[in-house]
């Protein structure tokens, strides 16, 4: 896990709905709030449940609604915790300050591999990013699988809202900026999926589908591709074991954020989802902090 934390940057049960607090309001909460990435939901889910047998005085509600869309609820007080599988953007940060006149606190809980998912029929087994760059980013060259090796059928493109952390990070990962620094957009044709499930179900359904989203998400019925980070180079799969070891080159830490440093039940379920966590998240596909 060292040599993946050396290589990352470090930038920075659906239960019911409970009156939330934020801020220093913590210690006086008798119940916890979550919202965020879609990509954490189902650890989420885990967590809350798991977290019964330990306080179950202290109810935790999460809902799954994208990462900005959780950033926007602790920025508007509606939640304490927000998910986020991407690192705060400085203008979330500034609106958080201004609001709270706290800084938020990034507290990394795991680690994530985003995959490249194709039907389970398709004969491509592999791809760089200079090859995802071309099929995914506006002005690339690739939008045929005979170009990656595969049969003669346009590529249907299935990716995530803007709203997800995972589109913001593959996105600035897989496309990058052009020669003027710009980052560069995605394809006017792909399509905009509600969630990580409709990417897999995409691709389950669709022979000419690539789509993108956790690997966690991986089922029988979906295939993923290895990747590379150059043409020729050796590809990896999105395995908990490529991911822990810095080999799998779209790979990410999984956030909570809170406003100012988390106090009462928010620290104490925030320190535990740290240690006795942990093994939900593997169970869930993820990698733990101490993999």
Request: with cysteine.
């Amino acid at each position: 896990m060292k040599k993946y934390i050396k290589n990352i940057s470090l930038a920075s049960v659906m239960g019911l709905v409970f009156t939330s607090c934020g801020g220093n309001d913590d210690e006086a909460a008798d119940s916890i709030s979550v919202n965020g990435s879609d990509t954490m939901l189902q650890v989420g889910l885990a967590w809350a449940e798991a977290y019964k047998t330990v306080k179950p005085d202290i109810p935790v509600s999460v809902n799954g609604e994208g990462s900005g869309t959780g950033i926007k609820a602790l920025i508007n007080k509606t939640v304490q915790i927000a998910h986020s599988s991407r690192a705060i953007k400085d203008s979330e940060s500034a609106a958080i300050k201004e609001k709270h006149g706290k800084d938020p606190v990034a507290h990394i809980v795991g680690y994530d591999g985003i995959a490249v998912f194709v039907h389970p029929d398709n004969p491509v087994k592999k791809i760089s990013l200079p090859q995802l760059k071309a099929v995914w980013g506006e002005g690339g060259a690739i939008e045929n699988w005979k170009d990656l090796g595969g049969t003669d059928a346009k590529i249907t493109r299935g990716g995530r809202s803007n709203s997800s952390g995972t589109y913001a990070f593959y996105k600035k990962t897989v496309l990058g900026k052009d020669a003027d620094g710009k980052g560069i957009e995605f394809k006017q044709d792909t399509s905009s999926m509600p969630g990580s499930t409709a990417v897999v179900e995409l691709c389950m359904t669709t022979a000419s589908a690539m789509g993108y989203s956790g690997m966690s998400y991986k089922t029988d019925e979906v295939a993923w591709l290895a990747v590379s980070k150059e043409d020729g180079a050796e590809a990896y799969e999105p395995s908990i074991d490529n991911v822990s070891a810095g080999n799998y080159p779209i790979a990410r830490p999984l956030y909570i954020y809170t406003v100012g440093e988390p106090e009462g039940i928010v620290k104490e379920y925030i320190d535990w989802v740290k240690t006795g966590g942990q093994d939900a998240l593997l169970k869930e596909g993820f990698v733990p902090l101490a993999k």
